[in-house]
């Protein structure tokens, strides 16, 4: 069958509403340069932590909180919460004032430090947990990973297309304690638009 002609601009039209503080968010990144997953990605990680009744997140690189508020917004809907972490202190503090003026502060807690150190003295099990900090830091960060989710838990990896996560790409899809797949995307609005996104299932926790 025939496709729609000029899909990047057919699916630059179905790019999600969304409240007016994420869109002052995206502002502010595309004048400062911050790097956010911006609506798509946003909705999708919505949607997926809604679908599976996640209450217990974790998120690896806050940022502003463009991200946590997504992600608050499932979690609390099912009356669970958010941990986010992020190694620059400004970042945090705008993080956790845009989740106190979201409505999500009761729900998220921003942790400051560098990711690696605070994976360390976690416990878990979490529902679902979302990766996007340096990408040479998605490698190291993966057998922690492992350890805090449950059992079909679900881990969801931006930023996949970049050179520094190519390592951690063949190191997930070669990792028989998951059921991943990786898949190139159009993302409109996201930093790049032209990006990969990893889905995985933890299935094993030998």
Not at 127 to 136: G, R, S
Request: some cysteine; hydrophobic content about 50%; proline content about 5%.
């Amino acid at each position: 069958m025939a496709m729609i002609p000029d899909l990047e601009s057919h699916f630059r039209g179905l790019v999600p509403s969304r409240r007016e503080l994420l869109q002052r968010l995206e502002a502010e990144a595309t004048r400062e340069g911050i790097p956010i997953v911006g609506p798509v990605v946003g909705e999708l990680l919505f949607i997926l932590a809604f679908a599976m009744g996640a209450r217990d997140i974790l998120e690896l690189g806050t940022a502003t909180g463009y991200s946590a508020i997504y992600l608050t917004e499932a979690a609390a809907a099912a009356g669970g919460r958010v941990i986010s972490l992020e190694r620059d202190a400004d970042m945090a503090r705008r993080a956790r004032e845009n989740l106190v003026s979201a409505g999500l502060a009761a729900n998220a807690e921003v942790q400051l430090g560098d990711a690696q150190a605070l994976l360390a003295d976690m416990t878990g099990p979490f529902d679902l947990a979302f990766l996007d900090i340096d990408k040479e830091g998605y490698l190291p960060a993966l057998p922690a990973l492992h350890r805090l989710l449950r059992p079909g838990g679900l881990l969801v990896v931006d930023n996949t297309g970049f050179q520094g996560a190519a390592a951690f790409n063949a190191a997930l899809h070669q990792d028989r304690r998951w059921r991943a797949v990786n898949l190139l995307a159009f993302l409109p609005q996201h930093s790049p638009e032209q990006d990969g996104l990893a889905l995985a299932v933890k299935v094993a926790d030998c």
